[in-house]
């Protein structure tokens, strides 16, 4: 007896584009964003994009961090150029943990940064240490300051003062919204799928953890390996379309994926929308979709026929 072949996938159209009638499966996480600024842009990207590093996915990392947008000196605490930065954790406490250390170790190093809250509307019992955390480094010679109910740490450094934030508020936030961009070709995903990414960055409160804001190892949960939590998402593999059950229409040879991480549902399916939307406008994209464990993962739903 064999198995019932896999049901052909309900389609719908968008400029031309097949969308299928699918949906994202998201899930709650912790967030904070960080305002960090410096002399220059240059410096303040660079502190940026280095606490930013090895924080794609928590399957793997200890937090999931984007580059949010560039701030001009008349949005930032200080006057100066500056960067804000999302961070997604499992929970308050490990965001906390991993946060000391990536600010101790990517902001405290990097020349005449400073680093600020940016979620200022936020409950006490939700907020994280992080300046009272790492002013420890100031061997006793480090300062407090407080402006209104706001503290700050004035650790000495060999270029002055490293001023840090003590607390950081935390809201929780939604993890893994996304999309994945089926083209003819390498080069024309790719087009679509960089397209995406510049039109959801000018989305306010959401981040793209992974380089470029894409991903070409998607995955699923789980492994013929035991010890991996996840492996290869072989459904969407070009090269695996005659040996495993493809998800891939016949003419598709790459698969991007977008995921998304936002302060809110809102922000996420505002970011989705605007990124399912642009990347059907681009020749040869063939299809877009979803990924989604059957609703048992996360509780948030993302369905593209309502983002259509």
């Known amino acids: 007896m064999t ?10 159209n968008l400029n031309g ?12 996480i912790k967030a904070a964003r960080l305002i960090i600024t410096a002399v220059s842009p240059k410096w303040a990207e660079t502190a940026a994009t280095v606490l930013c590093g090895n924080a ?51 902001i405290l190093t990097c020349p005449t940064t400073a680093c600020y809250n940016g979620i200022l509307d936020c409950p006490r019992e939700k907020r994280i240490r992080i300046g009272g955390g790492i002013r420890y480094f100031g061997d006793t010679f480090q300062k407090s300051k407080k402006l209104g109910d706001r503290r700050f740490w004035r650790i000495p450094v060999m270029d002055g003062e490293f001023l840090c934030e003590d ?53 699923k949960v789980g492994s013929k390996y035991p010890k991996l939590k996840a492996s290869t998402n072989d459904a969407y593999c070009p090269t695996l379309r005659g040996i495993t059950a493809s998800e891939l229409p016949a003419s598709c040879q790459a698969v991007y994926e977008i995921v998304i991480d936002g302060l809110s549902f809102d922000d996420v399916q505002a ?24 609703g048992k993962l996360g509780k948030h739903h993302y369905h593209l026929r309502e983002l259509m």
């Open 17 to 28: 584009v097949e969308v299928v009638d699918t949906f994202a499966e998201a899930f709650p």
């Open 56 to 106: 794609t996915s928590v399957i793997a990392c200890d937090v999931e961090a984007a580059i949010e947008r560039t701030l001009d000196g008349d949005q930032t605490p200080d006057g100066r150029p500056g960067v804000s930065v999302l961070v997604f954790g499992f929970s308050t406490d490990s965001l906390a943990k991993s946060l000391q250390g990536r600010v101790g170790q990517c």
């Open 271 to 294: 970011a989705m929308r605007r990124g399912l939307q642009t990347a059907a406008t681009v020749a040869g994209v063939i299809r877009i979709t979803a990924g989604n464990y059957g």
């Open 167 to 219: 607390y950081f508020g935390t809201v929780t936030g939604v993890a893994g919204g996304n999309l994945l961009i089926c083209g003819t070709n390498s080069a024309t995903a790719l087009l679509a799928a960089e397209a995406a990414v510049d039109a959801i960055r000018r989305e306010p409160n959401v981040a793209l953890p992974f380089p470029g804001g894409l991903v070409r190892s998607g995955s």
């Open 3 to 12: 198995s019932d072949p896999t049901p052909a996938p309900v389609l719908l």
